[in-house]
């Protein structure tokens, strides 16, 4: 089946410092792809869509300059999380799907990255 | 939001069917239901996806009624491994396309 490769799954850094998390789509194209963000005990939450070769749409709420992402190649996409700072603490996640194959094609998802800023 | 209302917890014995109902009844005449799940600290996890058949695949039976205002997914002998949330999406348009919205799910506890 599809696979998404998420790196790392572990980070661990000082409050101010910036963090890239990549996401790769390993045996498909991903002509999309999506971050969200899980803090204990709650659901995802959508953070942002990206189209290859597009600029990302964020969701209500998400700072674009805090949280960069690019999608410059079918198979990766990276989040920056530009100044970290302790509320960024959390589960980050991302998820890629083929909308060129068929439409209704389900998204997969990484295993997710967690990160702590202390 | 979500366009899905699911339990917020179901219990299953070991070895018994897990019947996980799911209502979408704003879904529209194309669009699909997809089950994905999420075992502690991992990403969510494909299941199945359906329009208005009935599906199966090795993992799971999917059952959508007539109307396609309801859904239920069904593990057919639960194992302690499926203790898990599922989600029951429907995609939300987006520009370009769709994106999944997760809602609260629903937290199966498979019992010995």
């Known amino acids: 089946g599809a696979v998404v490769s998420q790196h790392p799954s572990w980070v661990i850094c000082k409050s101010g410092t910036s963090v890239k998390i990549e996401c790769r789509s390993l045996d498909f194209q991903a002509t999309t792809m999506f971050w969200y963000r899980q803090f204990p005990k709650q659901s995802l939450m959508l953070m942002a869509t990206?189209?290859?070769?597009?600029?990302?749409?964020?969701e209500q709420g998400v700072e674009k300059d805090k949280f960069l992402i690019n999608h410059a190649s079918l198979t990766l996409s990276t989040l920056t999380v530009t100044s970290a700072h302790p509320e960024d603490s959390s589960f980050y996640i991302c998820s890629a799907r083929d909308g060129r194959t068929a439409p209704n094609q389900p998204q997969h998802f990484g295993d997710g990255t967690r990160l702590s800023i202390l | 939001d979500a366009k899905t209302t699911q339990p917020p917890s179901m219990d299953c014995a070991e070895g018994r069917a897990a019947n996980l109902p799911c209502n979408h009844s704003t879904i529209s005449g194309n669009e699909y239901v997809y089950w994905y799940r999420q075992i502690h600290s991992q990403g969510p996890q494909y299941i199945i996806h359906g329009l208005k058949n009935n599906e199966t695949n090795e993992m799971a039976s999917l059952i959508i009624t007539e109307d396609r205002k309801s859904s239920t997914l069904i593990l057919p002998h639960a194992t302690l491994r499926d203790t898990a949330v599922y989600y029951c999406i429907v995609r939300v348009a987006n520009t370009g396309g769709f994106k999944t919205i997760f809602g609260a799910g629903t937290r199966l506890f498979v019992k010995a």
């Open positions: 990206s189209n290859e070769g597009s600029k990302a749409t964020y």
